[in-house]
Each structure stands twice: as C-alpha cells, then as structure tokens.
C-alpha cells in the first residue's frame, strides 16, 4: 500500500525526518521532503559542482494536495486516523462485475437471437463504460442511459429495437450474478469483527444490483445499500455523500473511508465531499485524474494492514 503520488525513476525523495515524524501502518509521514539527485545518493561519482547536488528541502504542507483532501499537520493526521463508517464501492471493487456482465450479456444476445456474439459484445463493453463516464460527468441521465445502451448496441448493427424492452431483458440476466473476487468476503468478515459500519455506495441500477447482492455471498455484512438511482444523485456529486450522512446514525465524515477503484466517481467523490478515500488499484494502474486518494491499496490486505492496527 502507497499513499496517493508516484515516485519519478530519475528523482530520488527522501523524508526529512523530525520530532515530529511517525510511523503508522507501514507508511512515513514526515515535515518535510528534500530532493537529491542520484549521483548525491549514491555518494558521487560526478565532476559537476556542488550547487548542483544540494538537496532541496520542501515543506510538507506543499505536497499536502498529493496525499489528503485538506491540509493538516502530521500529528492532527495521525490523531483523526480512527475510521468508523467504511463506504465500499461494489462493482470492481467487491463484485466480480466483469465476469458478470460476460454471463449476462451472453444469455441475453442468444435469446436475441445473435450468432456473432463476441462481436456485439466488443462493441458494447466499450461503448457502455463511456456512457457510464458520461453519466458521471452529467452529459446523460440514467434513465437514458438505462433506455438506450443497447438500441445503441443492435443499430450499430442496423436491427431497430426498443431500448427500453430491451433494458428489462437484460435486467433479468445479469440481476442473477452475485459473483465476487476471492478474498472480499473474507475482507468484511474481518471488519465486520473490529466493529467497523459497512455500507455500500455504488452509482449501479437499482433492481441490478439488489439482485446482484442478494445472489452474492457479501450482503450480510452491510448495514445499506445506497444506489444512486435510489439517492437521485450519484458519485462523484458531493450530494451522494450528503444523503449518505443524513441516513448514517451519527454520522462523522472525518471518521469516514470510501473505498473503490474508480478515480472519476469513488474518489473524486470523496475529495468533493471532504472524504478520506482508499484507491483499490490492483492492476496498479496509473492516475491521469485530478482525483487525488488518501491511500492506494494494491490488494483487500493492504486495506486490512491499514485498518486493522
């Protein structure tokens, strides 16, 4: 597990350790930061003069953007590290959506009668995930996108057909998929025992993903569900996270952790609402977003190693 900035292959940084530094679940924090070059590290070996190979010493607060939402000193940050209410993200982050959808989506076209079926299916995976990006962006509502995705998907193959008709067809099939990545119920039987509130908080149609859940082997330990099309807003407004707080028994959004793995809705969402968020990155992609996430986790174990102290 990381924290939220990526380190440059020819610029070594090392941490200007002080009073003030600590240790805490595997992760530095420190006052300042200071640059050296590689020849400076690796003790010489350079003709260049020494202005050349002076570190530079930057404060902390300045790099504040890269790792948290707000600024705070190092030992406010480590004092308010004591999370409560756990808000998951639920397709590619705990539901297995991919596999899912492949099931589905071939259920659906052999009962359209399609032969070519990995045809249609390359053209639609693409084309659903941008209107998902649009949806998060505003440009469609989701009743548009629900209603025409795949009258989208057959005109491309010149077949006109109800969007809508077929919407609910498809409905039927992937609502039946409740699979989930290896580790994900294990990863919240594990919080669930420290105490920590789990919830789920995914931008999915409702009678999907009520569906989904219920065939998965994870919907116990969620106290709620909230789903977008049930909110009237979804990730990444902050007033998704707004409603959640209103139905959240005492809740304190400095006590909060929304976990996902998608930077444009779960965690640019969090840095809108003031949100601590934990990127589920396993595929350690990188991030050409302006979304910036208080963690990085490359599997559930870095989540546990963080929040199991």
């Not at 919830?199 to 569906?211: E, M, S």
């Not at 952790?257 to 444009?264: I, K, N, P, Q, R």
Request: glycine share 8%.
């Amino acid at each position: 597990m990381n924290r939220g900035w990526d380190k440059s292959p020819s610029l070594s940084i090392v941490f200007g350790l002080s009073s003030k530094t600590q240790w805490l679940s595997g992760l530095y924090y420190a006052d300042s930061i200071s640059f050296y070059s590689p020849t400076q590290l690796c003790g010489g070996g350079t003709t260049k003069s020494n202005s050349n190979e002076l570190p530079i010493s930057v404060p902390l607060s300045f790099f504040c953007g890269l790792w948290y939402n707000e600024a705070t000193t190092v030992t406010e940050r480590i004092s308010t590290l004591s999370y409560k209410f756990l808000l998951f993200d639920l397709d590619h982050t705990l539901l297995d959506f991919d596999t899912a959808e492949d099931i589905a989506l071939t259920q659906f076209l052999e009962e359209q009668g399609v032969t070519e079926i990995q045809t249609y299916k390359d053209y639609y995976i693409p084309m659903n995930k941008g209107l998902w990006r649009d949806l998060e962006q505003g440009r469609i509502t989701k009743p548009e996108l629900v209603n025409t995705r795949f009258s989208r998907l057959f005109a491309h193959f010149g077949i006109e057909k109800d969007g809508a008709k077929l919407a609910l067809l498809y409905q039927q099939h992937i609502a039946q998929q409740g699979q989930t990545y290896a580790g994900a119920s294990e990863l919240l039987d594990s919080l669930t025992a420290a105490d920590y509130e789990i919830y789920g908080a995914t931008n999915g149609i409702t009678a999907i993903q009520t569906g989904r859940m219920a065939h998965s082997d994870i919907a116990p330990y969620f106290n709620h569900i909230f789903i977008s099309e049930q909110m009237g807003t979804q990730k990444p407004e902050a007033l998704f996270y707004e409603k959640i707080a209103e139905q959240i028994p005492a809740f304190d959004k400095s006590q909060a952790l929304m976990v996902g793995d998608s930077l444009t809705a779960d965690i640019a969402g969090g840095n809108n609402a003031g949100i601590d968020t934990a990127w589920y990155n396993p595929k350690s992609l990188t991030n050409q977003t302006q979304a910036r996430p208080t963690y990085i986790l490359q599997s559930y174990q870095d989540l546990l190693d963080l929040l199991l102290k």
